[in-house]
């Protein structure tokens, strides 16, 4: 079975420049998440989708930050205009139900993003 | 608040014996814990899970335990091998969403 697809694996690109990460979620699953990772600050949630829909952006960090899912098998997160200090690895994760529903979400192996 | 401790932070271990990760949670969250394996260069796997109506689950050289009253639960590997370095991140469920631990940076040395 396919896991949760993420692209591009790596993107290195100037500051300025508009970035935009895509995830395929795992066929079937109705929940979508998208983390950052870095070492200072560990894993963060950024926002969480249900059935396609936004639940909690809050960790969002500022309206450079946005995130779309179109439909149940596609989402994006874009940043415009991107900064140094938005370098991060970012993934993407699925699961079944609502996050009540104390379903495990399975991860994609990450967007490794360099802004210069 | 929403807040999951974990230690320690680097754990270093002879192949072959065991491993334990701790991670204690604060009151709010739910009666769902997931753990998670990190390797280099690729997302966090699912290796094991406990839910609060039961102490303890196993799952071949790994298991959790839990610990309602004291709010912890820890991740216990044994007869570790090589292939078990990576880092270990606990979760706890508050609301709809997880927060993460720290991590542990668990090495395996042959």
């Known amino acids: 079975d396919a896991g949760v697809i993420q692209s591009p694996r790596h993107e290195v690109t100037e500051m300025g420049q508009e970035v935009t990460l895509r995830c395929k979620p795992i066929s079937g699953h109705n929940s979508l998440f998208w983390y950052r990772q870095t070492m200072m600050r560990g894993l963060e949630l950024l926002i969480y989708f249900n059935n396609n829909v936004p639940i909690d952006d809050s960790g969002m960090p500022e309206d450079r930050f946005s995130a779309k899912m179109p439909n149940a098998s596609f989402s994006t997160l874009k940043i415009q205009p991107s900064e140094p200090r938005d370098s991060a690895v970012y993934f993407c994760?699925?699961?079944?139900?609502?996050?009540?529903?104390?379903?495990?979400?399975?991860f994609g192996d990450g967007t490794r993003l360099s802004i210069l | 608040g929403e807040n999951v401790e974990q230690h320690p932070s680097t754990l270093s271990v002879q192949e072959g014996d065991s491993a334990v990760i701790k991670c204690t949670y604060s009151d709010s969250a739910s009666n769902y814990f997931p753990w998670y394996k990190q390797e280099l260069g690729k997302g966090p796997q699912l290796i094991i899970d406990?839910?609060?109506?039961?102490g303890e689950k196993k799952d071949q050289r790994i298991a959790v335990t839990l610990n309602k009253t004291a709010k912890h639960f820890s991740l216990h590997i044994t007869e570790t091998q090589p292939e078990d370095s990576a880092v270990y991140f606990c979760?706890?469920?508050?609301?709809?969403?997880?927060?993460f631990g720290p991590g542990t940076r668990l090495s395996v040395l042959p």
């Open positions: 406990i839910r609060s109506n039961v």
């Open positions: 994760a699925s699961s079944l139900g609502t996050g009540t529903s104390n379903q495990p979400q399975h």
């Open positions: 979760a706890g469920l508050y609301g709809q969403n997880f927060v």
